[in-house]
């Protein structure tokens, strides 16, 4: 097998527009019709009982033309042919020709509810009609029943919202915060993470991948505890010795505070090794610093067995960051934090323009309202579990699959060429990506190596969803 791939390494490395044309862009419906013709029978996408309207917008070719020449050149696509996706229903996904998709990204882990789902649309489409923004100087009901229902389903006195529009917006007020509250700079993150783009978090965000050459002080980061890749495999309390000696040789000895995701998403879905973030929560707060959880990819129900990923932890954070769930699609983000670390805003004016628009909140306080009436947290849960299962299996019957880790329906799947030294396998994970395309599966990749499949769909994703994407995969792995 780990010939076959070699070969196909080969293959893509000599000619890759010859390669890909041949094996990738052909129309959809032609894939699956000559991978069937030349393989046998591919798996059978289960029945769903929706059919978008026929479109009759601009082709693909028209909008990446437009792309290219009026949108910045720094933004890439999945695919060599990218898709047009015109209509979205649920789990599933429509191309400009009615095409079909499973999706098992979610909008990058954005999706939580379901693409367009009725309850999340009506909400907006009422407010909209009603009041679309105003401003927080006046008072509206939307922004304060959204906080109070968001306050009740976080631990201790987290209780105070801060309403933002994304996750990077989320992650810099919070740190700001740390660092007025405790009167220090220093921060404390970890290598691989990701928590934005902008001045702060770009300096919190460790992957070069994603890092300008910009001034970027007061981040320190310590080494990530990862169970597959790192130097103390799942020991955390080894991990978490690494923090004390950043702090004792790095700062003042005091610090304004550490922040990390539950578990790392944009890093390739890398969990915390067991025992490293209680034994790390202590060493921060002798130091005088507050715990930042960044929540924006693990928050609102998707780790399935906590409504946040901290929770898995034991403990309790100063301050929790949230965006990408909690609208369901619609830009929003959030700050929660206790009343008291909360007042050191009103040393100066703290204005966002629109956070907490009506229309946005009114959106997230549907999500909350979808999420507990449909037991999206039980189906993470369920469905993830199965999920992981079958994923495990694939892992058994190829060496290419060198890890399969993950919560819920936030898994992640990891290539490599070489199970001993974990070289990854980055040609190959674009191929198998092209092929489940081309039968009707998107999911995403990512990791520092850009070798592991990102598995993070709509929380609605069914055991029989589950199991075509496993099919699917699998079919796509053995015929190369």
């Not at 893509?12 to 390669?19: G, V």
């Not at 660092?179 to 902008?198: E, M, W």
């Amino acid at each position: 097998m780990m010939r076959r791939f070699g070969l196909l390494r080969k293959a893509i490395s000599s000619s890759p527009e010859k390669y890909l044309q041949r094996r990738c862009l052909s129309p959809p419906q032609a894939a699956t019709a000559q991978l069937q013709q030349n393989d046998g029978p591919v798996p059978k996408m289960p029945a769903f009982d929706y059919t978008p309207p026929p479109y009759t917008g601009p082709t693909a070719d028209e909008i990446l033309r437009k792309r290219k020449e009026y949108l910045s050149p720094s933004m890439f696509y999945f695919y060599k042919k990218p898709l047009n996706i015109v209509d979205g229903k649920m789990q599933y996904l429509f191309d400009e020709s009615g095409r079909r998709y499973l999706d098992a990204f979610g909008g990058i882990a954005t999706v939580c509810c379901g693409h367009c789902h009725p309850d999340v649309v009506r909400t907006i489409v009422d407010q909209t009609k009603k009041l679309q923004h105003s401003t927080i100087l006046y008072l509206n009901n939307e922004i304060a029943d959204f906080a109070e229902a968001l306050a009740s389903k976080l631990p201790g006195d987290l209780k105070v919202v801060f309403f933002t529009n994304s996750g990077t917006e989320a992650n810099e007020l919070a740190m700001m915060i740390a660092k007025l509250y405790t009167g220090c700079n220093d921060i404390v993150s970890l290598r691989n993470a990701y928590h934005g783009n902008a001045a702060g978090t770009m300096g919190a965000t460790a992957q070069c991948n994603w890092k300008f050459n910009v001034v970027q002080t007061g981040v320190h980061h310590a080494m990530n505890p990862d169970p597959y890749r790192g130097a103390f495999g799942s020991d955390g309390e080894k991990y978490a010795k690494d923090v004390h000696d950043l702090i004792q040789f790095g700062t003042s000895g005091n610090i304004a505070g550490f922040i990390c995701e539950a578990i790392q998403g944009v890093g390739g879905i890398v969990e915390l090794a067991p025992g490293y973030l209680s034994a790390v929560y202590s060493t921060i707060k002798k130091a005088g610093g507050l715990f930042i959880s960044d929540e924006v990819q693990s928050g609102f129900a998707r780790t399935g067995s906590h409504f946040w990923g901290f929770e898995s932890h034991g403990v309790v954070p100063d301050i929790v960051t949230m965006a990408k769930g909690i609208g369901n699609g619609i830009p929003l983000g959030a700050v929660v934090t206790t009343p008291e670390i909360a007042q050191v805003l009103t040393r100066r004016s703290y204005f966002n323009t629109f956070g907490g628009n009506p229309v946005c909140t009114a959106a997230g306080h549907a999500v909350l309202k979808v999420i507990e009436k449909e037991k999206l947290q039980e189906n993470a849960q369920a469905v993830g579990s199965h999920l992981k299962e079958r994923l495990n299996v694939l892992k058994d019957k190829y060496e290419i699959i060198g890890d399969v880790r993950g919560r819920g329906l936030m898994l992640g799947v990891e290539l490599v060429t070489d199970r001993q030294q974990k070289t990854p396998a980055n040609a190959e994970i674009l191929h198998v990506m092209e092929q489940m395309k081309d039968m009707g599966v998107l999911v995403g990749k990512g990791g520092f190596y850009g070798n592991v499949f990102r598995v993070t769909p709509p929380l609605c994703f069914t055991k029989e969803d589950a199991d075509y994407f496993v099919d699917v995969m699998d079919y796509a792995m053995s015929k190369i």
